[in-house]
């Protein structure tokens, strides 16, 4: 089929065509009808045969007429309104798989088996309505299917890095959220309470008092010890140290001997470990101190008898005074552990006290929930784990100074007992149907957000986000191909997790190396999911190539049909499609008329008499616009008028281009003529496709024929220029074989040919000019001009049979609209293949045009019936001899053929005579010099032979 896609704007207007001119140069040329006399080679050469344009109608020519004349009633197929709803509000009910039912098959089966990798791509083109059925029917499907089980996430006590995710019934989910944010909050009102009461404060204060009292009693038993070495235990305020000292030995820096108790125990309960440690080392140091003093001493003494005497009454003395003050500062040190072992036994009184009041305040609250959720095991070990936590915790949940147990801004519980639903679904409500519409790698698989406070980014548990995947979990999830592909990773993620039939989180950001920060690692969640691809089949094929492991996972097809066969049942369905639009989008009801235009242009899209269209977006643009003229005229139902403003409207709009190719037609720019005749030109019929704009125009095709040069080779000149196509060459050369099969067996072909479209600047594909080419081809071989008031198209196979092509009504109505615009004589018309009548759908003004006989189609099985028609003359009779006869179409061909290999045989004759006669010249030539060179030769040697009988006679007279 052809396409040739052009572009106005790029029009030469200096272009002309050589063949008119060609055509009556070959005019004033005669055939004589016999052969050239080949005894005199100086002769004037044979002409060519004159221009052949029959005055009468030939027999075959009229029969030919006859047969492939279409009718007007053939032209198009109208819709009969008394078998359609008076309007669309008595329409029958919509079937969701109008036209789809293979798809609709197809989609049963991969919803019927629940093995890996049974998912759907459907696939067909784009506005098919693919989503809106299939959306319709899961819908049905999933309304009596079981409601899937919620899920959330939950603090995991053990490892909080790794959320921990929950599995209840349906619409449980909010149901634990909010049990556990209500008991948060009654849980930290209750627990205030008990930690202010009188009755707390009554048993701490007695544990503090016992503890103080057991303290106090131990100082006085230990001072009462130390009064025995007259030793006074005083608190040495420099350094927080409480020490024995002597009475008399107080400086001004210590306290008083008389040492408050509990202020004794105050500062040894602040004395550190270190402090211990140091005091103890003190202990030993100053001992060994002293015994190094007393040695020095002594030795001192041994060697200085004379000049220091030492009293050693009052050394024995200050002796015994250390040895004891080092013993009861051993006996405070011992003390002091005592004392803190004493003050950790009341923090543990303290700790346990805070416990038991903790479990008491908090088991009423927590026991409701333990038999809300006894059926569901997990649940009521996380709620004992919740219980236990919180009695641990309960001093940081009273003070509220710890950012785990502080409730964020928006929240309503802390992180560490927030329940994160991740999904949730009301009890019977069915399966779940979603079509994600930005299928990101974030959006299909969930994610995990992060803040970022004083520059240290932070997340937990309540921050998880769920994905499409979460969201479709137990249903089905739509999704469009090429909207997936576009996404880096997305389509990585969904493989991944539809085969290994989970959903587990991870950062896109730690997958690219574009963070170095550490998430969380939820636990992974099971999916039980049916997912249905929408793209095109030439993207699902894509897939196929490119992806090895694509069907594997998407083990169904699901075809979805872009036209329908028309039956007055498959009417009546997409008028109820119709009716439904209508409802949705509350517009004014269509009559009858409406409908029956709706349907007419439907089949017009579909290119078919027998079909319908079923793309959903052409029919509720139609019915939006033309309900807007319906509004616009005043009226409250839509008619047949109201649908042909609409169609016109749309014309209008994309119209752009034709609209400047009719320009230039009518300013000359564009050459194309409809009426006279021409030798090797036809008026193409070609389709222009830009964006989506398409309309049909002819095209100019012109042969040019170089006799005696070649051996029948014909040159495609857009296809040496790289604008023609593969499908394009292939019919030149199914058109050239066709020849050779035709003539080599009489003849040979001792020509060269070469064809072109002219005016054409842009690519052309496409095998429909086959026959354009065919008879522009023939007519320059035979020199017979062809009616430029019609114009053709078709493809045609080897045996000379035309074949259907495509865009036949746009082609159709490109000629009639150039005719119209130069005039219809009522001679014009189209030659179309036969197989193409049943897609007509013309237009109104084509079909009256038509019937009122000034317009015409013919619809052709062979090339010879469109050369008959073309150029008046019957194509391929043959005579007794089965040689075409010389009236033919073939026989001129045959004949010409034959004139130019008997003008070549003559011009070789007359070239062989003078090659010839040149040759003898040579010869003559060649011999005259040869007897020139031999005369001159005997001419020097008669010269030499002189002077030698002159010298001899000379030599005689000297010497007798």
Same mark, same amino acid.
């Given at each position: 089929?052809?396409?040739?896609?052009?572009?106005?704007?790029?029009?030469?207007?200096?272009?002309?065509?050589?063949?008119?001119?060609?055509?009556?140069?070959?005019?004033?040329?005669?055939?004589?009808?016999?052969?050239?006399?080949?005894?005199?080679?100086?002769?004037?050469?044979?002409?060519?045969?004159?221009?052949?344009?029959?005055?009468?109608?030939?027999?075959?020519?009229?029969?030919?007429?006859?047969?492939?004349?279409?009718?007007?009633?053939?032209?198009?197929?109208?819709?009969?309104?008394?078998?359609?709803? +008076? #309007?669309? /509000? @008595?329409?029958?009910? *919509?079937?969701?798989?109008? =036209? &789809?039912?293979?798809? %609709?098959?197809?989609?049963?089966?991969?919803?019927?088996?629940?093995?890996?990798?049974?998912?759907?791509?459907?696939?067909?083109?784009?506005?098919?309505?693919?989503?809106?059925?299939?959306?319709?029917?899961?819908?049905?499907?999933?309304?009596?299917?079981?409601?899937?089980?919620?899920?959330?996430?939950?603090?995991?006590? +053990? #490892?909080? /890095? @790794?959320?921990?995710? *929950?599995?209840?019934?349906? =619409? &449980?989910?909010?149901? %634990?959220?909010?049990?556990?944010?209500?008991?948060?909050?009654?849980?930290?009102?209750?627990?205030?309470?008990?930690?202010?009461?009188?009755?707390?404060?009554?048993?701490?204060?007695?544990?503090?008092?016992?503890?103080?009292?057991?303290?106090?009693?131990?100082?006085?038993?230990?001072?009462?010890?130390?009064?025995?070495?007259?030793?006074?235990? @005083?608190?040495?305020?420099?350094?927080?140290?409480?020490?024995?000292?002597?009475?008399?030995?107080?400086?001004?820096?210590?306290?008083?001997?008389?040492?408050?108790?509990?202020?004794?125990?105050?500062?040894?309960?602040?004395?550190?470990?270190?402090?211990?440690?140091?005091?103890?080392?003190?202990?030993?140091?100053?001992?060994?101190?002293?015994?190094?003093?007393?040695?020095?001493?002594?030795?001192?003494?041994?060697?200085?008898?004379?000049?220091?005497?030492?009293?050693?009454?009052?050394?024995?003395?200050?002796?015994?005074?250390?040895?004891?003050?080092?013993?009861?500062?051993?006996?405070?040190?011992?003390?002091?552990?005592?004392?803190?072992?004493?003050?950790?036994?009341?923090?543990?009184?303290?700790?346990?006290?805070?416990?038991?009041?903790?479990?008491?305040?908090?088991?009423?609250?927590?026991?409701?929930?333990?038999?809300?959720?006894?059926?569901?095991?997990?649940?009521?070990?996380?709620?004992?784990?919740?219980?236990?936590?919180?009695?641990?915790?309960?001093?940081?949940?009273?003070?509220?100074?710890?950012?785990?147990?502080?409730?964020?801004?928006?929240?309503?519980?802390?992180?560490?007992?927030?329940?994160?639903?991740?999904?949730?679904?009301?009890?019977?409500?069915?399966?779940?149907?979603?079509?994600?519409?930005?299928?990101?790698?974030?959006?299909?698989?969930?994610?995990?957000?992060?803040?970022?406070?004083?520059?240290?980014?932070?997340?937990?548990?309540?921050?998880?986000?769920?994905?499409?995947?979460?969201?479709?979990?137990?249903?089905?999830?739509?999704?469009?191909?090429?909207?997936?592909?576009?996404?880096?990773?997305?389509?990585?993620?969904?493989?991944?997790?539809?085969?290994?039939?989970?959903?587990?989180?991870?950062?896109?950001?730690?997958?690219?190396?574009?963070?170095?920060?550490?998430?969380?690692?939820?636990?992974?969640?099971?999916?039980?999911?049916?997912?249905?691809?929408?793209?095109?089949?030439?993207?699902?094929?894509?897939?196929?190539?490119?992806?090895?492991?694509?069907?594997?996972?998407?083990?169904?097809?699901?075809?979805?049909?872009?036209?329908?066969?028309?039956?007055?049942?498959?009417?009546?369905?997409?008028?109820?499609?119709?009716?439904?639009?209508?409802?949705?989008?509350?517009?004014?009801?269509?009559?009858?008329?409406?409908?029956?235009?709706?349907?007419?242009?439907?089949?017009?899209?579909?290119?078919?008499?027998?079909?319908?269209?079923?793309?959903?977006?052409?029919?509720?643009?139609?019915?939006?616009?033309?309900?807007?003229?319906?509004?616009?005229?005043?009226?409250?139902?839509?008619?047949?008028?109201?649908?042909?403003?609409?169609?016109?409207?749309?014309?209008?709009?994309?119209?752009?281009?034709?609209?400047?190719?009719?320009?230039?037609?009518?300013?000359?720019?564009?050459?194309?003529?409809?009426?006279?005749?021409?030798?090797?030109?036809?008026?193409?019929?070609?389709?222009?496709?830009?964006?989506?704009?398409?309309?049909?125009?002819?095209?100019?095709?012109?042969?040019?024929?170089?006799?005696?040069?070649?051996?029948?080779?014909?040159?495609?000149?857009?296809?040496?220029?790289?604008?023609?196509?593969?499908?394009?060459?292939?019919?030149?050369?199914?058109?050239?074989?066709?020849?050779?099969?035709?003539?080599?067996?009489?003849?040979?072909?001792?020509?060269?040919?070469?064809?072109?479209?002219?005016?054409?600047?842009?690519?052309?594909?496409?095998?429909?000019?086959?026959?354009?080419?065919?008879?522009?081809?023939?007519?320059?071989?035979?020199?017979?001009?062809?009616?430029?008031?019609?114009?053709?198209?078709?493809?045609?196979?080897?045996?000379?049979?035309?074949?259907?092509?495509?865009?036949?009504?746009?082609?159709?109505?490109?000629?009639?609209?150039?005719?119209?615009?130069?005039?219809?004589?009522?001679?014009?018309?189209?030659?179309?293949?036969?197989?193409?009548?049943?897609?007509?759908?013309?237009?109104?003004?084509?079909?009256?045009?038509?019937?009122?006989?000034?317009?015409?189609?013919?619809?052709?099985?062979?090339?010879?019936?469109?050369?008959?028609?073309?150029?008046?003359?019957?194509?391929?009779?043959?005579?007794?001899?089965?040689?075409?006869?010389?009236?033919?179409?073939?026989?001129?061909?045959?004949?010409?053929?034959?004139?130019?290999?008997?003008?070549?045989?003559?011009?070789?004759?007359?070239?062989?005579?003078?090659?010839?006669?040149?040759?003898?010249?040579?010869?003559?030539?060649?011999?005259?010099?040869?007897?020139?060179?031999?005369?001159?030769?005997?001419?020097?040697?008669?010269?030499?032979?002189?002077?030698?009988?002159?010298?001899?006679?000379?030599?005689?007279?000297?010497?007798?």
């Amino acid at each position: 089929m052809t396409e040739l896609q052009k572009t106005p704007m790029n029009l030469d207007p200096t272009d002309t065509n050589p063949m008119v001119t060609a055509a009556k140069k070959s005019a004033e040329s005669k055939l004589s009808g016999t052969k050239l006399p080949k005894t005199n080679p100086a002769r004037k050469k044979p002409t060519d045969s004159t221009l052949d344009i029959p005055t009468t109608p030939h027999p075959v020519f009229i029969e030919v007429n006859k047969r492939c004349l279409l009718s007007a009633e053939q032209l198009k197929r109208y819709t009969d309104t008394n078998e359609l709803p +008076t #309007d669309t /509000r @008595t329409a029958p009910d *919509l079937d969701v798989g109008f =036209g &789809q039912q293979r798809a %609709l098959k197809a989609l049963h089966t991969a919803l019927d088996i629940h093995a890996s990798g049974y998912h759907v791509f459907a696939a067909g083109e784009n506005g098919l309505g693919k989503r809106t059925v299939i959306s319709r029917l899961l819908q049905r499907i999933a309304a009596d299917a079981p409601t899937p089980d919620d899920w959330v996430y939950v603090y995991n006590f +053990t #490892d909080p /890095r @790794t959320p921990q995710a *929950l599995r209840l019934p349906s =619409g &449980q989910a909010t149901i %634990l959220q909010q049990q556990v944010n209500q008991l948060w909050q009654q849980a930290k009102k209750r627990l205030s309470q008990r930690f202010r009461s009188d009755q707390y404060q009554s048993k701490i204060e007695a544990i503090k008092n016992d503890t103080h009292q057991k303290e106090s009693q131990a100082y006085d038993a230990l001072n009462t010890e130390g009064k025995q070495y007259d030793l006074a235990l @005083t608190f040495r305020s420099f350094d927080n140290k409480a020490v024995f000292v002597h009475p008399s030995k107080l400086s001004a820096e210590e306290n008083s001997p008389v040492i408050n108790n509990r202020q004794t125990a105050s500062s040894q309960k602040n004395q550190t470990a270190t402090e211990k440690t140091e005091q103890s080392l003190e202990g030993h140091l100053n001992h060994s101190t002293l015994e190094h003093s007393t040695l020095k001493h002594s030795n001192d003494k041994s060697d200085d008898n004379h000049n220091n005497e030492y009293d050693k009454s009052e050394y024995e003395a200050e002796l015994n005074n250390f040895a004891q003050k080092n013993h009861m500062q051993k006996r405070l040190s011992q003390l002091t552990i005592a004392l803190e072992q004493l003050e950790d036994e009341a923090n543990d009184a303290i700790e346990a006290l805070h416990r038991n009041i903790a479990r008491r305040a908090l088991q009423p609250l927590f026991a409701p929930i333990y038999e809300q959720f006894a059926a569901h095991p997990l649940v009521i070990d996380y709620l004992k784990t919740v219980f236990a936590d919180m009695v641990t915790h309960v001093e940081r949940i009273v003070n509220g100074d710890d950012e785990e147990f502080v409730t964020a801004v928006l929240a309503t519980t802390p992180s560490r007992y927030a329940v994160n639903v991740i999904v949730s679904h009301a009890s019977d409500s069915g399966a779940p149907v979603i079509f994600e519409d930005l299928p990101t790698h974030l959006n299909l698989l969930g994610h995990v957000e992060q803040i970022t406070q004083l520059g240290t980014v932070t997340t937990d548990v309540s921050m998880i986000r769920a994905g499409a995947l979460h969201r479709a979990n137990g249903g089905y999830l739509l999704l469009e191909a090429s909207h997936l592909l576009e996404h880096p990773y997305a389509w990585q993620g969904l493989k991944r997790a539809l085969q290994s039939r989970k959903i587990k989180l991870s950062s896109l950001e730690q997958m690219l190396t574009l963070t170095g920060s550490l998430s969380l690692a939820p636990a992974p969640i099971d999916l039980d999911i049916k997912v249905i691809l929408l793209g095109e089949a030439d993207l699902y094929y894509e897939l196929l190539e490119l992806e090895p492991e694509f069907d594997a996972v998407f083990k169904v097809r699901a075809d979805f049909h872009d036209d329908v066969t028309r039956s007055p049942e498959h009417e009546l369905a997409l008028v109820a499609k119709m009716a439904d639009i209508i409802d949705y989008a509350n517009l004014y009801p269509f009559d009858s008329s409406a409908q029956a235009a709706l349907l007419e242009h439907l089949s017009l899209q579909a290119e078919d008499q027998d079909r319908l269209s079923l793309h959903s977006d052409l029919l509720i643009k139609l019915l939006h616009e033309s309900n807007r003229h319906a509004r616009l005229s005043g009226q409250n139902i839509v008619s047949a008028i109201h649908v042909t403003y609409a169609i016109d409207d749309m014309d209008e709009r994309s119209g752009y281009l034709r609209d400047l190719y009719w320009d230039e037609l009518k300013n000359g720019q564009q050459l194309i003529q409809t009426q006279g005749d021409a030798v090797g030109q036809v008026n193409a019929l070609t389709v222009v496709s830009y964006a989506d704009s398409e309309f049909g125009m002819p095209a100019r095709l012109t042969a040019v024929i170089q006799p005696n040069i070649g051996a029948g080779e014909i040159l495609d000149i857009e296809r040496d220029v790289d604008l023609g196509g593969s499908l394009h060459a292939k019919g030149m050369l199914i058109m050239t074989s066709y020849l050779r099969a035709l003539f080599s067996q009489h003849h040979a072909l001792n020509f060269s040919a070469s064809l072109a479209f002219e005016q054409s600047y842009a690519h052309i594909d496409g095998d429909s000019a086959t026959v354009s080419e065919g008879c522009a081809l023939l007519s320059a071989l035979a020199n017979v001009p062809i009616n430029q008031s019609f114009a053709i198209t078709g493809s045609m196979n080897q045996l000379g049979e035309v074949q259907a092509v495509g865009g036949i009504n746009s082609k159709i109505a490109g000629f009639f609209d150039a005719c119209r615009e130069q005039e219809l004589t009522g001679q014009q018309g189209v030659v179309i293949p036969m197989a193409n009548v049943k897609q007509l759908m013309l237009r109104d003004d084509i079909i009256a045009a038509v019937q009122a006989e000034q317009f015409h189609i013919y619809g052709v099985h062979t090339l010879s019936e469109a050369l008959t028609l073309m150029t008046g003359l019957p194509v391929d009779t043959m005579n007794k001899k089965s040689r075409y006869r010389k009236e033919t179409l073939f026989g001129k061909v045959l004949s010409r053929l034959m004139l130019w290999d008997e003008n070549q045989s003559a011009d070789d004759e007359v070239d062989n005579k003078k090659s010839k006669k040149k040759a003898k010249k040579k010869r003559q030539a060649k011999r005259q010099k040869k007897q020139d060179k031999q005369k001159k030769l005997k001419k020097e040697k008669d010269k030499l032979d002189t002077n030698s009988d002159a010298n001899l006679d000379i030599n005689t007279e000297e010497h007798p």
